[in-house]
């Protein structure tokens, strides 16, 4: 059986989490939900530790989710857009993946990513295809799907049928895999 692991880089419960909980709630496989603000992720120290040895010399949450990561048929990715970017906590939670980066442990791990934010669907594309370059290209993921929505106020994609056609497509597309 599939199994999808979804994250959410969203630092509070808005249009992200409501994203990612939409395609939880429809996902027929084995699925887990994890909200990166209930975790305790630090900062990547760069001791390039992990670079000789596949493992974080860092003792906190982020050793469970690496574990829940290799064990994930299909990750879905969720962030808001600040200026440009991927959210603060996805950032850490990026920089941390780094002890998979050498073994090639997520080579062809299907991912799909998911961007919301104010500005208009074509520049958050943007923004996330340039931000999240590096992660897909070094861990050799197997990019399956890059989606973003326009959404600033906390109720915006549930009140945009677009919005909730484009989960639902997702959604198909995860359980067709």
Request: proline share 3%; with cysteine; net charge positive.
């Given at each position: 059986m599939?199994?999808?692991?979804?994250?959410?880089?969203?630092?509070?419960?808005?249009?992200?989490?409501?994203?990612?909980?939409?395609?939880?709630?429809?996902?027929?496989?084995?699925?887990?939900?994890?909200?990166?603000?209930?975790?305790?992720?630090?900062?990547?120290?760069?001791?390039?530790?992990?670079?000789?040895?596949?493992?974080?010399?860092?003792?906190?949450?982020?050793?469970?989710?690496?574990?829940?990561?290799?064990?994930?048929?299909i990750?879905?990715?969720g962030?808001?857009?600040?200026?440009?970017?991927?959210?603060?906590?996805l950032k850490?939670?990026?920089?941390?993946?780094?002890?998979?980066?050498?073994?090639?442990?997520?080579?062809?791990?299907?991912?799909?990513?998911?961007?919301?934010?104010?500005?208009e669907?074509?520049?958050?594309?943007?923004?996330?295809?340039?931000?999240?370059?590096?992660?897909?290209?070094?861990?050799?993921?197997?990019?399956?799907?890059?989606?973003?929505?326009?959404?600033?106020?906390?109720?915006?994609?549930?009140?945009?049928?677009?919005?909730?056609?484009?989960?639902?497509?997702?959604?198909?597309?995860?359980?067709?895999?």
């Amino acid at each position: 059986m599939t199994k999808i692991l979804l994250i959410s880089g969203s630092p509070r419960k808005g249009n992200t989490d409501f994203v990612l909980s939409k395609i939880f709630d429809g996902i027929k496989n084995e699925k887990e939900l994890i909200f990166l603000k209930d975790k305790n992720i630090q900062h990547c120290t760069g001791c390039l530790s992990c670079h000789d040895k596949p493992e974080c010399v860092i003792d906190d949450d982020m050793t469970q989710i690496r574990a829940k990561i290799l064990g994930s048929d299909i990750i879905v990715i969720g962030t808001p857009n600040y200026f440009g970017n991927i959210s603060g906590l996805l950032k850490d939670f990026v920089d941390r993946t780094h002890p998979f980066y050498k073994t090639e442990a997520l080579k062809d791990k299907k991912v799909i990513l998911i961007m919301v934010g104010g500005g208009e669907i074509e520049a958050s594309q943007k923004y996330l295809d340039h931000t999240t370059h590096g992660f897909v290209k070094y861990l050799k993921l197997n990019l399956i799907g890059s989606y973003c929505f326009k959404a600033l106020n906390p109720n915006d994609i549930k009140q945009n049928p677009e919005s909730i056609l484009k989960i639902d497509e997702i959604t198909r597309k995860i359980n067709s895999l």
